[in-house]
């Protein structure tokens, strides 16, 4: 797929007849360029890297985006970039949209569990306060040693209960 800039003509990359969505009047301008994995439209700025379509239309429109507010969509359509389909609303409404259209994906249909293998574990999680080396040091040292939850606590700045998941491989399991 071709990748957009936003100096090219974005306009190129719509399609003005889209669906009509049973609670809206006019159709959806849907993308058709580079997309998000949630199909947000996308295109690549010099100065910011990537930007979703649907706020440029908006603020292109409407002005700036209130600061603390998202871009969202009245016709529940991720690759829609008509300005009047979109609306400056708060993280709890989209939230809030996201559960009654049901496209807030928990359970077994959360993408980590379609797709596990692109779950961040261990030291590549972004909660990480610990080393794969650390890990493996701590579960030696209680079994060697015999070094106390509290020792080991202290030592690597963790609380006890991380120390006991480790060890229990309640948590590091990968390892």
């Known amino acids: 797929m071709k990748r957009v800039f936003a100096r090219d003509n974005i306009w190129a990359f719509i399609a003005k007849n889209g669906p009509i969505k049973e609670h809206m009047t006019t159709p959806c301008w849907e993308w058709l360029a580079g997309k998000t994995g949630n199909g947000y439209g996308v295109v690549a700025l010099p100065d910011r890297g990537q930007e979703k379509v649907h706020r440029?239309?908006?603020a292109q429109e409407y002005g700036p985006i209130p600061v603390g507010l998202s871009v969202l969509h009245h016709c529940d359509?991720?690759?829609c970039v008509r300005p009047d389909h979109l609306y400056a609303g708060t993280h709890a409404q989209n939230m809030r949209d996201t559960t009654v259209h049901g496209n807030r994906h928990k359970g077994d249909a959360h993408h980590f569990h379609l797709?596990?293998?692109t779950r961040p574990i261990g030291e590549h999680h972004g909660r990480a306060k610990l080393f794969e080396g650390q890990v493996l040091e701590i579960r030696s040292r209680k079994q060697l040693e015999r070094v106390s939850y509290d020792q080991l606590s202290d030592e690597y700045g963790v609380a006890k209960s991380v120390i006991a998941s480790i060890i229990r491989r309640e948590t590091w399991k990968h390892i």
């Open 56 to 58: 440029l239309t908006y």
């Open 115 to 117: 797709r596990p293998e």
């Open 77 to 79: 359509n991720e690759a």
